[in-house]
T-cell receptor, first 113, second 113 residues
Framework: EDQVTQSPEALRLQEGESSSLNCSYT??????LFWYRQDPGKGPEFLFT???AGEEKEKERLKATLTKKESFLHITAPKPEDSATYLC??????????????FGAGTQVVVTP | DAGVIQSPRHEVTEMGQEVTLRCKPI?????LFWYRQTMMRGLELLIY????????DSGMPEDRFSAKMPNASFSTLKIQPSEPRDSAVYFC???????????FGNGTRLTVT
C-alpha cells in the first residue's frame, strides 16, 4: 500500500530562517510527486510536480527536490506569508486510478516576523 | 477563471438527514474529484469522474454516499442518511485528464450533530 510520511509535523521559523520539509514515500511505481500549500479554510493550492529522481523545481522562495525515496521542500529566507500547511502527495503508476493521490498529513509552517 | 466553486461553504445538519454538496469544476476540465479531509485521516479520495463518467468510487465509505455528474459543469455528493462520523471538510477538485495537477475548491465543512 502506498504510504506518504511528512516531517516535521510542525515547524516554527523566524523570518529569513531557511529550512527544509521532508516527504518520505513508498509506492510500487511513482508516476508523480506533488507539493501543495493549504491555507486555513482554503483548499490545497498546487505548487510543484516532480516525476523522476534528481528533478528540481523552484518557485519564489520554494524549491522542491526528489530522490527515489523522498522529496524535500526547501524554504529559503521565508516570509510570514509563507505560513501554511504544506502537503505532499504521490501518484502510483501501477494503479488504474491515475487521479488517485495519496496525501501525507502535512507540515504546518509558521513564520514569525 | 473563477476556479472550482463549491456550495455550501458550511453545512450543519442533524444525524439522519440528507446532505447534498455541490461542485462546479473549472471550465474545460474533464476530470472531477471528491476528497474528504479529517484530522485523523487527512485527505482521502472518495470518487472521481472522467468526462462525467465515474471511474473509481473505491474510496466511497458506504452506500450512504453517492455522487453524480450529470454534465461537465456540475457534480453532487450526497450523504443519506448522515451520521456524526461523516463530519469533515469535503473538497471538490478538477483537472484536465492525464497528469495535470488538481485544482481544489475551498471545500464544504460538514458538521453532523
Amino acid at each position: 500500500e502506498d504510504q506518504v510520511t511528512q516531517s516535521p509535523e510542525a515547524l516554527r521559523l523566524q523570518e529569513g530562517e531557511s529550512s527544509s520539509l521532508n516527504c518520505s514515500y513508498t509506492v510500487s511505481g511513482l508516476r508523480g510527486l506533488f507539493w501543495y500549500r493549504q491555507d486555513p479554510g482554503k483548499g490545497p493550492e498546487f505548487l510543484f510536480t516532480l516525476y523522476s529522481a534528481g528533478e528540481e523545481k523552484e518557485k519564489e522562495r520554494l524549491k522542491a527536490t526528489l530522490t527515489k525515496k523522498e522529496s524535500f521542500l526547501h524554504i529559503t529566507a521565508p516570509k510570514p506569508e509563507d505560513s501554511a500547511t504544506y502537503l505532499c502527495a504521490v501518484q502510483d503508476r501501477t494503479t488504474d486510478s491515475w487521479g488517485k493521490l495519496q496525501f501525507g498529513a502535512g507540515t504546518q509552517v509558521v513564520v514569525t516576523p | 477563471d473563477a476556479g472550482v466553486i463549491q456550495s455550501p461553504r458550511h453545512e450543519v445538519t442533524e444525524m439522519g438527514q440528507e446532505v447534498t454538496l455541490r461542485c462546479k469544476p473549472i471550465s474545460g476540465h474533464n476530470s472531477l474529484f471528491w476528497y474528504r479531509q479529517t484530522m485523523m485521516r487527512g485527505l482521502e479520495l472518495l470518487i472521481y469522474f472522467n468526462n462525467n463518467v465515474p471511474i473509481d468510487d473505491s474510496g466511497m465509505p458506504e452506500d450512504r454516499f453517492s455522487a453524480k455528474m450529470p454534465n461537465a459543469s456540475f457534480s453532487t455528493l450526497k450523504i443519506q442518511p448522515s451520521e456524526p462520523r461523516d463530519s469533515a471538510v469535503y473538497f471538490c477538485a478538477s483537472s484536465i485528464i492525464s497528469n495535470s495537477p488538481l485544482h481544489f475548491g475551498n471545500g464544504t465543512r460538514l458538521t453532523v450533530t
